[in-house]
C-alpha cells in the first residue's frame, strides 16, 4: 500500500514538474548592476562621474582593471600616446559587462562627454560566471547602449585579451587551453558588432603572445594583466585605428 501511494505521489510530482512553465534563466551579462557597496569601486566610479561634468574627452576608454592598469604599469604609455588625443580612462578592477552597462545607465558615466571615439574592452571577468554567449550579449548590449546615447562616436571595440586560467605548476582550475577557447569563441560572436561604419572590431589578442602560443611574464607578469611593455604592444597596436577614427568626423 505504501509503495503504491509513493508511486502515486511520485508521478504526479512528474506530471506537475512537466506541466509547469519553465523559468527561463536570465542572463546576468546583460543585467545592469552596481557595485557600490565596494567603496573603492563607488569612489571610482563618482570620479569618473565628476570628470564627464567637467567634458573636453576626445576617447573614452572603457573596462575592466586591463584599462585601469593604464594609470599603473602603463602610465607612461598613456602619457605619450592618449594624453595628446584627450583621452580619459574609466576602466574599473573587476568589472564584468552588467558593471559597465549599469555605470553608461544609471550611472550616468557619460553625461558631459561627447567622445569622437570609444575604446572598449571588456568580458574576461564574467568567463567564470557566464558562457561565451552571454559574455557575447554583455558586450552587445554595451555596444548597442553606447550606440544609442552616442550615435555620433565611433567605437574600437577589442577582443578580449588572451589569457592563461592557472600557473603551469597551479593543478586547480581549468586547463588554460578551456578559457582561451572561451575567449576565442566570444571574440567570434561581438566580432560580428562591426559595421565597417561606426564600430570597428579589432582582436590585438595574437601581439601579446610568442610564437608557440605562450604568454610570457614579461608582458603579462601574472598571465592576465599587463606590463608596460605589454601596454606598449596595446598601444602600438590600436594606434593607427584610432587615428583614422579621429581623422573624420
Known amino acids: 500500500m505504501v509503495s503504491r501511494v509513493l508511486r502515486l505521489a511520485a508521478v504526479v510530482a512528474l506530471f506537475c514538474a512537466s506541466a509547469a512553465p519553465a523559468q527561463e534563466k536570465k542572463n546576468s551579462a546583460v543585467v545592469p548592476e552596481h557595485r557600490n557597496k565596494q567603496e573603492s569601486w563607488a569612489k571610482r566610479h563618482e570620479a569618473f562621474v ?26 607612461k604609455v ?20 552588467e558593471h559597465v552597462l549599469w555605470r553608461i545607465t544609471e550611472g550616468k558615466e557619460l553625461e558631459g562627454i561627447h567622445p569622437r571615439a570609444v575604446v572598449m574592452m571588456i568580458g574576461t571577468n564574467n568567463m567564470a560566471s557566464n558562457t561565451a554567449a552571454e559574455i557575447a550579449e554583455g558586450v552587445t548590449a554595451i555596444v548597442k547602449e553606447l550606440r544609442r546615447q552616442r550615435p555620433d562616436a565611433k567605437m574600437l571595440l577589442l577582443g578580449i585579451f588572451p589569457r592563461n586560467a592557472r600557473q ?9 587551453e578551456a578559457i582561451r577557447d572561451k575567449i576565442s569563441y566570444t571574440n567570434e560572436k561581438i566580432a560580428k ?14 601581439t601579446f603572445l610568442t610564437e608557440n602560443g605562450e604568454l610570457s611574464k614579461d608582458i603579462m607578469p601574472d598571465y592576465l594583466h599587463l606590463s608596460e611593455k605589454g601596454y606598449q604592444i596595446w598601444a602600438d597596436a590600436i594606434k593607427d585605428a584610432l587615428k583614422n577614427m579621429l581623422g573624420s568626423r
Open 78 to 97: 598613456w602619457a605619450e600616446n592618449f594624453d595628446p588625443l584627450k583621452a580619459a580612462n574609466f576602466g574599473i578592477g573587476g568589472d564584468r559587462t
Open 168 to 176: 603551469k605548476e597551479d593543478a586547480n582550475g581549468p586547463p588554460t
Open 193 to 206: 558588432l562591426a559595421d565597417g561604419k561606426i564600430v570597428r572590431y579589432l582582436d590585438i589578442g595574437g
Open 50 to 75: 565628476a570628470r564627464a561634468r567637467k567634458g573636453d574627452v576626445d576617447v573614452l576608454f572603457l573596462g575592466d582593471s586591463i584599462t585601469q592598469g593604464w594609470e599603473g604599469a602603463g602610465k
